[in-house]
T-cell receptor, first 111, second 115 residues
Framework: SQQGEEDPQALSIQEGENATMNCSYK?????LQWYRQNSGRGLVHLIL?????REKHSGRLRVTLDTSKKSSSLLITASRAADTASYFC???????????FGTGTLLAVQP | DTEVTQTPKHLVMGMTNKKSLKCEQH?????MYWYKQKAKKPPELMFV???????INESVPSRFSPECPNSSLLNLHLHALQPEDSALYLC??????????????FGDGTRLSIL
């Protein structure tokens, strides 16, 4: 597996706005996973998108994957203060489930 | 509440102490992981157990000693730690390790401080 690079490193928005964060990686992947971490807590799995999928939805979350550009994006619509957290992507290559997390995007949603 | 339980939540120890971190899951998962997370950094993988056998050791110093006594339990034994080992230690589990993509379930971690 390889490390993803998230962009931006930090994002501050108002409640109700949409938040978009991006992840880029370097080599081919089997799948890409997004996780959220609230301050002082463990990580929570959000979405897993396989390499043959282009888009996936879960509630207010939308993840896209462009394997030709080696990039993925996570869109959170109608954000809430409770969405304030760090968001990490983890591109996964090969047959193992080994995760190497990028540096993450710190999202702050102002009420 | 998470389905992976880690104890203790906080631990302060001296450099000469011996202590253990515990992790438990009852989801029937057969892969379990230890991660170390420093402040404002992403989690870094330390060890992976698959079917109670150590599958991956990411060149972790021997002062960290993992143990998987059964499929539900994962321990991390600590001895002669250094101040730079102060961090949040996260445990995670997944159904299996080597059979395709699947999410990992994390505990809330043990915050370790070395004096």
């Amino acid at each position: 597996s390889q490390q993803g690079e998230e962009d931006p490193q930090a994002l501050s928005i108002q409640e109700g706005e949409n938040a978009t964060m991006n992840c880029s990686y370097k080599t081919s992947i089997n799948n890409l996973q997004w996780y959220r971490q609230n301050s002082g807590r463990g990580l929570v799995h959000l979405i897993l998108i396989r390499s043959n999928e282009r888009e996936k939805h879960s509630g207010r979350l939308r993840v896209t994957l462009d394997t030709s550009k080696k990039s993925s994006s996570l869109l959170i619509t109608a954000s809430r203060a409770a969405d304030t957290a760090s968001y990490f992507c983890a591109p996964v290559g090969g047959a193992t489930n080994k995760l190497i997390f990028g540096t993450g995007t710190l999202l702050a949603v102002q009420p | 509440d998470t389905e992976v339980t880690q104890t203790p939540k906080h631990l302060v120890m001296g450099m000469t102490n011996k202590k253990s971190l515990k992790c438990e899951q009852h989801m029937g998962h057969r892969a379990m992981y230890w991660y170390k997370q420093k402040a404002k950094k992403p989690p870094e993988l330390m060890f992976v157990y698959s079917y109670e056998k150590l599958s991956i050791n990411e060149s972790v110093p021997s002062r960290f000693s993992p143990e998987c006594p059964n499929s539900s339990l994962l321990n991390l034994h600590l001895h002669a730690l250094q101040p730079e080992d102060s961090a949040l230690y996260l445990c995670a589990s997944s159904q299996v390790m080597f059979r395709g993509p699947q999410p990992q379930h994390f505990g809330d971690g043990t915050r370790l401080s070395i004096l």
